[in-house]
C-alpha cells in the first residue's frame, strides 16, 4: 500500500467514527464537529484531484 493510500485511509477514520455514533448510537454532533467532517471531505477531494 502506497504512503498516500494510508495517509487518506487515516484522514477518514475519525470521520467514520463520528458519523457511525450519530447513526448506531443516535449521539448528537455539534455543527463545529459536522465542519469538521465536511472539511475532511474537501482536503480528500483535494487529494483526489492532485492524482
Known sequence: MAA?????LILVEPVTAAV???V????????IG??????VG???????DRK
Not at 4 to 8: G, L, N
Not at 24 to 31: F, K, N, Q, S
Open 4 to 8: 498516500s493510500t494510508a495517509a487518506t
Open 20 to 22: 457511525m455514533s450519530v
Open 24 to 31: 448506531v448510537a443516535d449521539e448528537g454532533l455539534t455543527p
Open 34 to 39: 459536522w465542519g469538521g467532517i465536511v472539511l
Open 42 to 48: 474537501i482536503g480528500l477531494l483535494i487529494l483526489d
